[in-house]
């Protein structure tokens, strides 16, 4: 019967105080000078004992013929096997009782195995770090994704495949910044912590600050003191941060998320598209050299220019409308959503209506990136009226393979008009609605000492390494995702 967790801990507890006896005191002077990748680039020819290499790693598997041993060792590069044998290896006896988990450090020669394999012939070792919980599964990976997102170091010791994910992800916002820098951006911080709930219609995070003895909320959105910035002569500035929202957990959403967020003034929205479809093709050319992707079963290219449709457009061409249908008429919104067995949750609003309507019949549809323009006023409520049609506003929202993107707009820099949009939101909190965003005075203020004529834009990093990447869930990007506790 397999021992339990809990006596192997112990017997590894036994295992440590022998080496302790033996001298060991958790040594920090241990400096590897060589790695797996280094190994693997290695020409065989320049293999000989003279060459000696230093390299360290986590022991990830263990085969004992007695007189011989092999190990293969996890350092940050990737995997590399080690040999030892008690004619050339110093303290044998030791280095055979060195355990999967263990961290040490190895000085020897390469040569090539009979099978073919790169491999260190240690002539010296030290154990550097004791492993005293026992890996999951041996070496044969950690499957339970539960485990694998609580635990996330084991994750990326088990399936050291996975860190390749978050060096993509670390690569993709590295070129967010040089692109946005390269424009003329200048990246910023702003506060996380909030006396206001505003910037986005979301449940907020609630904490007490004690010092001044008042309630503040985890920022919900980066927008309204970025365009404090811009009223403050910061004409282009960005910023990449987290947001945080008391809302539900599934594949496309966690409660903390990162957002670049970026303002331009004297642009309009369609500079922004403009902007979007150069920085996404730049991501792709410089993290991943291609420019055609798969995200479940749908493949997309990101290639420029990408389409371009109203929202009430895509309803026509996606939802399967009669063009004959006037889709400005709230009884016809109303028929389309009883025949296709949707509940309206605002049925006496227009806005609300087709974006609802929207989101249920034509978003999952929208696989090649397409920006759906035009979105209704009363669901924009810090974006500008289109000058033709005061029904809708100058915004977009990208899609792609289904995915929320992107969502941008010219701003509105109006005072009077953000006010009154304010208040309605103040009204729907009233009546009830735990997202309405509050009015926030301070930016009220800056509009009116003067905004000039800018547009900003947000985008989900997770979502956008989600679907580069071709991962199903935003936690297999999330390094430590938010789980229920355990008890």
Partial sequence: MEKNESTLREQKLQELQKWKEHGFKYPNNFKPAFFSNDLDSMKTDEFEPSKKLKMAGRIIMKRDFGKSVFFHLLDTYGKFQVYGNKDSTESFDWFRDLDVGDIIGVTGYPFVTKTGEKTLHAETFELLTKNLHPLPEKWHGLHDAETRFRHRYLDLISNYENREVFRKRAQIIKCIRNFLDQKGFLEVETPILTNIKAGANARPFITRHNALGCNFYLRIALELPLKKLVVGGFDKVYEIGKNFRNEGIDRKHNPEFTMLEFYWAYATF??????????????????????????????????????????????????????????????????????????????????????????????????????????????????????????????????????????????????????????????????????????????????????????????????????????????????????????
């Avoid at 493949?299 to 309803?315: A, Y």
């Avoid at 009884?331 to 067995?341: F, G």
């Avoid at 009015?439 to 509009?447: C, G």
């Fill in 270 to 487: 369609e500079d922004l598209m403009e902007l979007t479809e150069d920085l996404l093709e730049y991501i792709c050319k410089e993290v991943f050299q291609r420019f055609e992707f798969q995200f479940e079963d749908k493949s997309f290219s990101i290639k420029k220019p990408f389409r371009r449709l109203s929202m009430e457009e895509c309803l026509y061409e996606y939802a399967g409308i009669e063009r004959s249908v006037n889709l400005r008429e709230l009884d016809n919104l109303k028929k389309i959503a009883k025949d296709n067995q949707i509940e309206l949750l605002n049925p006496s609003d227009w806005g609300f209506c087709i974006q609802q309507l929207f989101e249920e019949l034509v978003e999952d549809k929208l696989v090649q990136p397409t920006f759906v323009t035009h979105h209704p006023y009363s669901v924009s409520p810090l974006a500008r009226r289109n000058d033709e049609d005061p029904e809708i506003t100058d915004r977009f929202e990208l899609y792609i393979a289904g995915l929320e993107i992107a969502n941008a707009f010219s701003e509105l820099n109006d005072p009077i008009d953000q006010v009154d949009r304010f208040q309605r939101q103040l009204d729907l909190k009233n009546k009830q609605d735990e997202e309405a965003q509050e009015i926030d005075w301070d930016f009220i203020q800056a509009l009116e000492v003067g905004l000039p004529p800018t547009a900003g834009e947000g985008i989900g990093i997770d979502r956008l390494c989600m679907l580069l990447l071709g991962l199903n869930s935003i936690r297999e990007v999330v390094l430590f995702p938010q789980l229920r506790p355990h008890e």
